[in-house]
């Protein structure tokens, strides 16, 4: 329990810095932005209660709005990711088959699984953002090609993090 | 009453969700409202010297840069001195008093945090309130202008960069003396390149035409903006321009905080002129 307490905090300090101090410098353009500190929000454990999920993630948002000075924005997106993450979970596994603290992670479920998971956050969470971000329906078109190449961007860096923290012997 | 409670705590993902998103949204459109005068931004306190601790680290690696520019900056505030220039009058009946009154003074800054790839770019400068620095003053560098200032903290100030959607700056052409306004956001998101805009059809416009600062704004007459790369033809009766800036906003290293004499005497009479209309 409280080994799951301390990687999930070194996870969200490091994801952070990363995400202000070189993510945010980092881009094609304006197109492609991306934000891998959303990959803490994925890897939080299985079985926590909603209601403490739905605070992380809102203040984790909130924390990178202040680096960002976008009050709100990424607070918003990630509230969004967590609602989403909640509905996935529940359709796709069955709770009592896992252990309630174990960490949705390539080598815990499969790739596949992973993969398609981290897809669809990732997209809702960008797509709630830049919209946000915009504040417009005006050039909408370039709004989803930004959101579209940004996820490009994210969910190859969220794999390349995960991958280089794989551990085969879990399963 | 118990029901309620039961359907509540069912569809509870449901509800959180509409309660956090509701709460960001107030925060969203609130500080979109008061122009971001908000707590929680890059002037706060604790987040300001995060960004001044890393700065620290990272200033050690463009020394070199930040040199060349102090010695170009140096040798041409030398070739300003009044000794390195000559009189052209030879000799005349009444002396005139050149010493004239100053309107301008400038505050160094270090930028402790710089964007050039959001929708919105802003600055973070290491001068605050106690260094004289006022809310809405111009900010230039050595190269050319940066932005204007938003918010004021004891020590730290957050400036809205050139490179932001609301930015509006007046610009004149070198050699027509035609001023227009310069924009950033709207089909350019190039950190290289701002559009001046509502320059007449007649004016003759040739590229590699410098732009300056045209004095109707918050900064001095005269400051070199950038080069005219090419020039459109819009539908309606004003020029497209597209200008390559001088000023380099991914390497930004000092920047100099104006403060204007009479900005509030400037601003006063024309609030006064537009009551009368």
Same mark, same amino acid.
């Not at chain 1, 809102?58 to 976008?70: K, P, R």
């Not at chain 2, 004003?238 to 900005?263: A, G």
């Given at each position: 329990m409280s080994r799951i307490l301390l990687v999930n905090f070194i996870r969200f300090i490091v994801l952070i810095a990363m995400q202000v101090f070189l993510f945010k410098n980092m881009g094609y353009y304006n197109l492609a932005t991306p934000y891998p500190y959303i990959l803490f929000l994925l890897m939080l454990p299985l079985g926590m209660p909603n209601s403490l999920l739905f605070i992380i993630s809102?203040?984790?948002?909130?924390?990178?709005?202040?680096?960002?000075?976008?009050l709100g924005v990424? &607070?918003?997106?990630?509230?969004?990711?967590?609602?989403? @993450?909640?509905? #996935?979970?529940?359709?796709? *596994?069955?709770?009592?088959? $896992?252990?309630?603290? &174990?960490?949705?992670?390539?080598?815990?479920?499969?790739? @596949?699984?992973? #993969?398609?998971?981290?897809? *669809?956050?990732?997209?809702? $969470?960008h797509f709630i953002l830049l919209l946000l971000e915009a504040f417009t329906f005006a050039n909408f078109h370039y709004t989803i090609i930004r959101v579209v190449l940004s996820c490009i961007f994210t969910i190859l860096l969220i794999l390349l993090f995960s991958l280089l923290f794989y551990q085969k012997n879990r399963r | 009453m118990r029901n309620l409670w039961i359907f509540i705590s069912k569809y509870n993902n449901f509800f959180l969700f509409i309660l956090f998103f509701s709460i960001s949204f107030a925060l969203i459109v609130k500080n979109n409202r008061f122009q971001r005068a908000s707590a929680l931004n890059s002037s706060n306190a604790v987040i300001g010297s995060i960004y001044q601790?890393?700065?620290?680290?990272?200033?050690?690696?463009?020394?070199?840069?930040?040199?060349?520019?102090?010695?170009?900056?140096?040798?041409?505030?030398?070739?300003?001195?009044?000794?390195?220039?000559?009189?052209?009058?030879?000799?005349?009946?009444?002396?005139?008093?050149?010493?004239?009154?100053?309107?301008?003074?400038?505050?160094?800054?270090?930028?402790?945090?710089?964007?050039?790839?959001?929708?919105?770019?802003?600055?973070?400068?290491?001068?605050?309130?106690?260094e004289g620095i006022e809310k809405g003053a111009g900010v230039i560098s050595s190269h050319g202008i940066v932005g204007i200032v938003l918010n004021v903290s004891k020590h730290f100030a957050t400036i809205q960069s050139l490179l932001h959607a609301d930015t509006r700056v007046s610009a004149s052409l070198a050699n027509s003396n035609a001023f227009g306004?310069?924009?950033?956001?709207?089909?350019?998101?190039?950190?290289?390149?701002?559009?001046?805009?509502?320059?007449?059809?007649?004016?003759?416009?040739?590229?590699?035409?410098?732009?300056?600062?045209?004095?109707?704004?918050?900064f001095p007459p005269g400051i070199i903006i950038g080069k005219v790369i090419q020039v459109t033809k819009s539908g309606d009766s004003?020029?497209?321009?597209?200008?390559?800036?001088?000023?380099?906003?991914?390497?930004?290293?000092?920047?100099?905080?104006?403060?204007?004499?009479?900005?509030d005497e400037k601003q006063q009479l024309q609030q006064d002129t537009v009551i009368h209309e």
């Open positions: 809102f203040f984790t948002g909130l924390i990178v709005d202040g680096f960002y000075d976008t990424n &607070a918003a997106a990630c509230v969004t990711l967590a609602a989403l @993450r909640i509905t #996935f979970l529940s359709l796709t *596994i069955q709770l009592d088959n $896992h252990e309630t603290y &174990a960490t949705p992670s390539i080598s815990e479920m499969s790739f @596949r699984w992973f #993969f398609i998971y981290s897809i *669809i956050l990732t997209f809702s $969470h | 601790q890393i700065d620290d680290f990272s200033q050690y690696l463009d020394l070199k840069q930040t040199n060349r520019n102090l010695a170009e900056e140096n040798a041409y505030l030398r070739s300003q001195l009044k000794s390195s220039k000559y009189m052209r009058l030879v000799e005349q009946d009444s002396v005139l008093d050149s010493l004239g009154e100053t309107q301008y003074t400038y505050t160094v800054a270090r930028v402790i945090s710089n964007s050039v790839h959001q929708k919105n770019n802003y600055l973070t400068i290491n001068r605050g309130l106690e306004s310069l924009v950033w956001g709207t089909e350019n998101y190039d950190s290289q390149k701002v559009l001046l805009k509502d320059i007449p059809n007649h004016v003759k416009v040739k590229s590699g035409e410098l732009v300056i600062t045209s004095g109707y704004s918050l004003f020029l497209n321009i597209e200008v390559k800036l001088n000023n380099d906003f991914n390497s930004l290293q000092y920047v100099y905080v104006i403060n204007d004499k009479f900005s």
